[in-house]
Structure formats: C-alpha cells, structure tokens
C-alpha cells in the first residue's frame, strides 16, 4: 500500500500552511473573519466503529489534542454499523458548517465495490480534510495451534482444508479483504466468520472459537504480549518498531504483500474551505505533536498527514484499487 512518508509529510505542511495563506486572502476580511470565529462551540467527531476498537483508539487521541489547541471539545460520537457505513452517511447529511467531522477509514473506499447502493457518494458528498494515521495488519493465531511461523501455519491450513476459522472485523472490511488476499494467493481453504468490530473477534480467538485473522496491530498487541495470541507476521513492508521479531508477510514468502488500515478525516461536501484548511492545520500540528506521536507509536499506529488536496487524490486511487480487489473476491453486502 503506498503511504505519505516523512518527506511527503513535510512537503503536505508546507502546502497547507501556503494554501491556507492564500484560502485567506482570496476570501477577504469576511472570510479571515469567519475563520477566526470558528469553532464557537464543541465539534463532534463521528467515529463509524464501536468504542475501544483500533479506530476509535487513535481518534481519541487526535480529538483530545486537537480540542486543546482549537480550544473547544471534539466529541466523539460512535456510530458503528454496515461497515462504517451509518456514521459516514450521517456526516454526508450534516450540516456543511464543521461542527460534524467523520473519522474515516479504508472502508470507505471499500463500500462503493461491496455495496450495489449506498446512502452517499464518498467522492460527491464528503471532502477530505487530511489522510491521518495507517495501522498495520498482523497474522495471529490462536496458541493452541502447532504453528510457529507463517511458512508452517500455510503448510498446517493446506493439510488441514476447511477445518479453520478465521474472523473478522466484518464482512468486506479490510481485515477480512487482507486475510482473504492472503489465503487466495496461498492456496488455503478456510472459512470466514465476520463479527461486528474487531474487539468480539479478538476475544472470540482468544477462546478458541475461531482459530486466525488479520487483525490491526493496536487491537492484538496486548494479546500477543500476555501470550494469548501468538504473532506470525505483520502486513507492512518493514518489521513495526513495537513488535521488532516479528517479521514481514513479505519476508516470509510473499514479496511485496503490504495491507494496512488507513485512517482520515473528512468533513460535509460544501465545507467551507476556511474551515477545512482550518481543521488541516491543527491536524497537522497535532500529528507533528510528540506526545500525540508516541501514543500512536504506542498502539502501533503511524502518523502521516497531508494536504486535503492530496489526501482526496489519495481516495480516488483507493477507490479505484480496492474495486479490483473486491471483484476478484466476489463479496457483496447487499
């Protein structure tokens, strides 16, 4: 999956701050004006997973900080459902004023290909605000299989067809499309069990019931470390700092297998644009924040930041990859 490295952070602040500057003077006093009267009140941040998923996690450390700065409260409103689907068309109706922020992720490129219909048009309906975080994906399984590594687990889910389970964080979301990728380019048989968000799932492995998943790293990392998950590989092109003896899906016998879950914040189509570039600018300063850094390097998650302009270009080509992805699976939710 191709990520915004440091460099393109840095070169996404520079933009941001230059078009923020020229928002401004295009607009006027009025604008400047309505800029600086901006937030007047709490914003809510609309996070369309449950509470004390990976998503949710990285949300609330980007909305405390942001309300610090901004000076009002970010509210967090969990709207979890049909793929994220509930809370992003709950935004894509909102007033278009900013005080109704989506905190997105990938699935938001994923249900346009998974959905004959949907309630809103990602690219008509919402604006990008900025691409703000990617958690990797992890292969974990349950300690009571006989396997070490990932070359033994695909040599044991090859003898053993059909008789493992794997879960997910849904149907069609990207912890059910990587593991799906995965098993379809091996060979393996297994069967799927979906769940509503990845928090029953992880418990569900823990117990026995299914037996493997991809999972995002933040959401099995206390499990692998009190042993109650056993960590094969992660999903990212280089080993994660957190886990630095768990190798890579691709240096383990699949070169250039890379999934992650991204994350980003997108606002009401019609937003103005003071406002977006407003809210870019303290996310930006918020991921360049040390203490916001090291709470996300501490769930694994890594920040990256962009401009609304790359960020929307960033969406469009997602849209457009993850549509052959979920062809090749034939998934569809409706």
């Keep these: 999956m191709k990520l915004f490295t440091t460099s393109r952070l840095r070169s996404g602040l520079i933009h941001a701050c230059v078009m923020m500057g020229l928002g401004i003077a295009a607009f006027g006093a009025p604008a400047a004006h309505a800029q600086s009267a901006y937030p007047s009140k709490p914003i809510t941040l609309v996070v369309p997973f449950p509470p004390g998923g990976p998503t949710d996690l990285v949300a609330r450390v980007l909305a405390q900080k942001m309300g610090e700065q901004m000076g009002q409260q970010f509210i967090v409103d969990n709207r979890g459902g049909a793929n994220g ?10 007033p278009a004023d900013g005080y109704t922020v989506l905190y997105n992720t990938s699935s938001i490129v994923l249900s346009p290909a998974l959905y004959k219909s949907l309630s809103y048009d990602v690219q008509r309906d919402l604006a990008p605000v900025a691409l703000t975080a990617t958690v990797p994906l992890a292969l974990v399984v349950n300690p009571s299989l006989p396997v070490n590594s990932m070359k033994e687990f695909v040599d044991y889910a090859k003898a053993n067809p059909g008789k493992l389970s794997y879960g997910s964080a849904g149907s069609g979301n990207i912890t059910h499309l990587g593991a799906f990728q995965f098993l379809q380019a091996n060979g393996i048989d297994a069967v799927h069990v979906p769940y509503k968000g990845s928090a029953p799932a992880d418990a569900d492995l ?3 019931q299914i037996q493997f998943m991809t999972d995002t790293i933040n959401s099995v990392a206390s499990f692998v470390r009190d042993k109650r998950m056993r960590l094969l590989a992660v999903t ?3 080993r994660i700092p957190i886990f630095p003896d768990a190798p890579t899906v691709a240096e383990s016998g ?23 570039k407003r809210l870019n600018s303290e996310l930006m300063k918020a991921l360049q924040n040390p203490e916001v850094q090291k709470k996300l390097a501490a769930q694994g998650a890594i920040a990256l930041g962009s401009s609304p302009e790359e960020y ?4 469009k080509s997602e849209l457009a990859r ?9 998934v569809s939710l409706d």
């Design 206 to 208: 823990v117990g026995g």
């Design 312 to 315: 929307g270009s960033y969406v």
């Design 236 to 238: 990212t092109p280089k």
């Design 85 to 94: 689907n509930i809370g992003s068309a709950l935004v894509a109706k909102a």
């Design 322 to 330: 993850w549509s052959k992805i979920v062809k090749q699976t034939g």
């Design 254 to 276: 699949m070169p250039g297998f890379e999934v992650s879950a991204w994350q980003g914040l997108m606002v009401p189509a019609k937003t103005p644009e003071p406002i977006i």
